[in-house]
């Protein structure tokens, strides 16, 4: 038979073929116009191949298909099929029950990661994320309406700029009372400078942190915050003093300047490793059974070195502008609360509700009326100094307790202090009980117990 001649067809055979329904897409239903358009020679295959932004070489491909199955050759030969790239539904079955027995409140990324670190199974996350979705774990987020703020370049160098911030969260989930992480971040890389673990942000909190990061890196050029108390003077009225805080006076003598974000979005970088260790620190924690400070202090240079190495990035610059701790830059002296005081007439002087007596071999007359400077240490040690020369003392006076004056963000750690109860509160003499009452038997009370 000649390959040319037509192949008739029944009635019945071309009916059956006219009711076949297609499902096309519109790129394949834009591709059949053209191709009817090259069937009815008011086109050219290259100016096909221009319009369907083709080559002439698919061109003819799919031209063939039509000539051989007419529309039915355009439409995909793999819809309605099951993808070549489907996980195995044993594979499937791992996964799930492994994400319900241990990983169900983890988020979609780090639960792909510890699968694969822990159990070795390979899965995308994109995968995980659909499955949890599925099966209720985890809930798309919903796209907010973004506000626009200005983008700021990382800075050039190591130890340029540094982002602090306190993180108050439930990091022992119940294990341990709640507590603030203090975060340093290093605004070139991303990477984490200093962590810290304690009962709320202070200023003796902070000195500590910076000790531990000054002591390992050197002087940074300059510490970006927020505005926080400890940072900023918040009441610009106030009378007395020098306009600076506690902690912007121990920079100042170390050669670190202090910035103030006005925007929780200026200072991103640490408000996203924030984000980052609420996520990731904590469930490290529950793995590890981590229940407390102490121990976490321990383990935190280890995740600080998964950390960076996972989120960290190269600066611009490979100089590192860190200044290295001088003789002069005594850490023990210029870390402290500092209070100027004026001595009076019998050489005494009042902090804290506590009355100082000076203890000199000087005439009276020499110190009366001297100022002299009261330095705190985080250990709640006391010294005095006068023309940087500490003098010796004695505690004359213990005034009564009277409120205190609590910033905002230390009320959550003043109110979960114990309430002690006074010294003749009735809980300290204990209370009288049936069984605390010692009282011979009857005979009627024994018969009664053996019944």
């Not at 067809?9 to 053209?34: A, F, G, Q, W």
């Not at 004359?396 to 959550?412: E, M, R, Y």
């Amino acid at each position: 038979m000649s390959p040319f001649c037509k192949v008739k067809m029944s009635p019945l055979e071309r009916d059956k073929k006219v009711d076949k329904l297609l499902t096309m897409s519109k790129k394949e239903i834009i591709r059949l116009e053209v191709i009817q358009r090259i069937k009815g020679q008011q086109i050219t295959q290259k100016q096909a191949a221009e319009q369907l932004c083709i080559s002439i070489r698919q061109v003819k491909r799919i031209w063939k298909a039509y000539q051989e199955k007419g529309a039915e050759g355009l439409v995909h030969q793999r819809r309605g099929k099951p993808g070549n790239n489907q996980i195995n539904t044993d594979k499937l079955r791992l996964v799930r029950d492994l994400i319900f027995e241990r990983y169900s409140d983890f988020g979609p990324t780090l639960a792909c990661e510890k699968l694969g670190e822990k159990h070795g199974v390979k899965i995308s996350v994109e995968r995980v994320r659909q499955l949890m979705i599925s099966e209720g774990l985890w809930k798309a987020k919903r796209r907010r309406k973004e506000q626009v703020f200005q983008m700021r370049q990382r800075r050039a160098c190591l130890g340029e700029l540094i982002q602090v911030d306190g993180s108050d969260y439930d990091w022992f989930e119940g294990r341990h009372p709640r507590c603030t992480l203090l975060v340093f971040v290093d605004d070139a890389t991303s990477k984490l400078v200093a962590l810290r673990f304690v009962p709320h942000e202070s200023f003796f909190a902070y000195c500590e942190a910076a000790r531990s990061y000054f002591e390992r890196y050197g002087k940074p050029r300059a510490i970006y915050s927020d505005k926080h108390g400890i940072f900023h003077l918040n009441n610009p009225t106030a009378l007395q003093g020098d306009g600076m805080t506690e902690f912007g006076r121990a920079m100042e003598e170390l050669g670190v300047q202090i910035i103030c974000a006005n925007t929780p979005q200026a200072k991103g970088r640490v408000e996203r490793a924030n984000k980052t260790l609420q996520d990731r620190l904590t469930k490290e924690l529950r793995l590890r059974c981590i229940n407390d400070p102490e121990q976490a202090h321990l383990f935190l240079p280890e995740f600080m070195a998964d950390y960076n190495r996972r989120f960290g990035v190269e600066p611009r610059s490979a100089m590192n502008v860190h200044r290295p701790l001088s003789p002069a830059d005594d850490l023990d002296r210029i870390l402290t609360r500092r209070e100027i005081r004026t001595l009076s007439k019998n050489l005494t002087l009042q902090y804290n509700k506590v009355i100082y007596q000076i203890q000199t071999t000087r005439p009276l007359y020499a110190l009366r009326k001297a100022k002299v400077i009261v330095c705190i240490h985080a250990q709640g040690e006391i010294q005095i100094l006068y023309k940087d020369q500490p003098l010796k003392y004695t505690v004359f006076h213990h005034q009564k307790h009277q409120s205190d004056v609590v910033p905002a963000k230390s009320i959550d750690h003043e109110l979960r202090k114990p309430l002690q109860p006074a010294p003749d509160h009735p809980w300290r003499k204990g209370f009288k009980t049936p069984l605390s009452i010692h009282t011979p038997l009857t005979q009627w009370d024994i018969l009664s117990l053996d019944n």
